[in-house]
C-alpha cells in the first residue's frame, strides 16, 4: 500500500520544582502536522492483505502538548505547578486523481480500508499537581489542537472483503484537552481546569469509482467530521 504521513513534533514535559517556594514549569506546545497529498497518476493496482491493513493512507497529526512540571516536595510551603502544552494542528490531508486511467484497490482483512485520509489535532499535556502546607496552586491542562480539511476525490474502484472494513474513509478530528491538575494544601488548595478540546474541519468526500464492501460491519463511504473531547478539571483538598 500507500502510507503518507508528516507529524509535528511532541512538547516536552515541564521541569519540577522544589523547596519553600517551588514553581513548575509549563509542558511545550506540540509541532503543527504538514499538509498531505497523494496524487494518483496513471493506471494504479494496490492489493493488501490482513487484519487492518491500509490500500493508501494519508495522514497529517499535530504533536501532542507536554505535561507540566510538579511542585510537590514535602517541604514546600507555597507550591505551583505547571500549565500542560497546547497540541499541534492537524494540517491539510489530499486524495486525488491525476488524469483518466484505471485505478483498483483490493483489502481482503478485517477493519482494513482502502482509501484513509485522515487529519488529526493533537492533545493537550495534562497540568501538573501542586502541594504546599500553606497554598497550592495545580495548573490547568493545555487546550488541544485542531483537525485540518481532508478532501478526496477519485475514481478509483475499491473493494473489501473483511469484516468491519472501510473502502474510502474521510476524517477530520480534533484533539482532546488536557487534565487538570490536584492541589493539597493544610489551608489553600486551587485545581486546575481543563481546556478547549480541538475543532475538526471541513470534509469532501468525491467517488466516482465503483466501492464494494463484503463482510459484516463494512461502510463503503465515511466522510467525518469531529470535534475532540475535552479533559477533566481536578480538586483541590485543603
Same mark, same amino acid.
Given at each position: 500500500?500507500?502510507?503518507?504521513?508528516?507529524?509535528?513534533?511532541?512538547?516536552?514535559?515541564?521541569?519540577?520544582?522544589?523547596?519553600?517556594?517551588?514553581?513548575?514549569?509549563?509542558?511545550?506546545?506540540?509541532?503543527?502536522?504538514?499538509?498531505?497529498?497523494?496524487?494518483?497518476?496513471?493506471?494504479?493496482?494496490?492489493?493488501?492483505? %490482513? =487484519?487492518?491493513? !491500509? $490500500? &493508501?493512507?494519508?495522514? @497529517?497529526?499535530? +504533536?501532542?502538548? /507536554?505535561? #507540566?512540571? *510538579?511542585?510537590?516536595?514535602?517541604?514546600?510551603?507555597?507550591?505551583?505547578?505547571?500549565?500542560?502544552?497546547?497540541?499541534?494542528?492537524?494540517?491539510?490531508?489530499?486524495?486525488?486523481?491525476?488524469?483518466?486511467?484505471?485505478?483498483?484497490?483490493?483489502?481482503? %482483512? =478485517?477493519?482494513? !480500508? $482502502? &482509501?484513509?485520509?485522515? @487529519?488529526?489535532? +493533537?492533545?493537550? /499535556?495534562? #497540568?501538573? *499537581?501542586?502541594?504546599?502546607?500553606?497554598?497550592?496552586?495545580?495548573?490547568?491542562?493545555?487546550?488541544?489542537?485542531?483537525?485540518?480539511?481532508?478532501?478526496?476525490?477519485?475514481?478509483?474502484?475499491?473493494?473489501?472483503?473483511?469484516?468491519?472494513?472501510?473502502?474510502?474513509?474521510?476524517?477530520?478530528?480534533?484533539?482532546?484537552?488536557?487534565?487538570? +491538575?490536584?492541589?493539597?494544601?493544610?489551608?489553600?488548595?486551587?485545581?486546575?481546569?481543563?481546556?478547549?478540546?480541538?475543532?475538526?474541519?471541513?470534509?469532501?468526500?468525491?467517488?466516482?469509482?465503483?466501492?464494494?464492501?463484503?463482510?459484516?460491519?463494512?461502510?463503503?463511504?465515511?466522510?467525518?467530521?469531529?470535534?475532540?473531547?475535552?479533559?477533566?478539571?481536578?480538586?483541590?483538598?485543603?
Amino acid at each position: 500500500g500507500i502510507f503518507a504521513n508528516s507529524v509535528g513534533g511532541y512538547g516536552g514535559n515541564g521541569g519540577s520544582a522544589t523547596g519553600g517556594t517551588a514553581v513548575g514549569r509549563d509542558g511545550g506546545t506540540g509541532g503543527t502536522g504538514g499538509d498531505v497529498t497523494v496524487t494518483l497518476n496513471g493506471p494504479l493496482t494496490l492489493s493488501t492483505h %490482513g =487484519a487492518s491493513s !491500509y $490500500g &493508501i493512507y494519508a495522514l @497529517s497529526l499535530g +504533536g501532542f502538548g /507536554g505535561t #507540566g512540571g *510538579d511542585a510537590s516536595d514535602s517541604l514546600t510551603i507555597d507550591g505551583t505547578s505547571g500549565n500542560g502544552g497546547s497540541g499541534g494542528l492537524g494540517g491539510t490531508v489530499t486524495v486525488q486523481d491525476s488524469g483518466s486511467a484505471t485505478r483498483n484497490i483490493t483489502t481482503d %482483512g =478485517a477493519n482494513a !480500508y $482502502g &482509501i484513509l485520509a485522515k @487529519s488529526q489535532g +493533537g492533545a493537550g /499535556g495534562n #497540568g501538573a *499537581d501542586a502541594l504546599g502546607s500553606s497554598n497550592a496552586n495545580a495548573r490547568n491542562g493545555g487546550a488541544a489542537g485542531n483537525g485540518g480539511v481532508v478532501n478526496i476525490d477519485t475514481s478509483a474502484n475499491v473493494t473489501t472483503g473483511g469484516t468491519g472494513a472501510f473502502g474510502i474513509y474521510a476524517w477530520s478530528q480534533g484533539g482532546n484537552s488536557g487534565n487538570g +491538575g490536584h492541589a493539597f494544601s493544610l489551608f489553600n488548595a486551587s485545581a486546575g481546569n481543563s481546556h478547549a478540546a480541538g475543532a475538526a474541519d471541513a470534509v469532501t468526500l468525491t467517488s466516482t469509482g465503483i466501492v464494494a464492501t463484503h463482510g459484516a460491519g463494512a461502510a463503503g463511504l465515511v466522510a467525518l467530521s469531529a470535534g475532540g473531547n475535552g479533559g477533566n478539571g481536578n480538586s483541590g483538598d485543603a
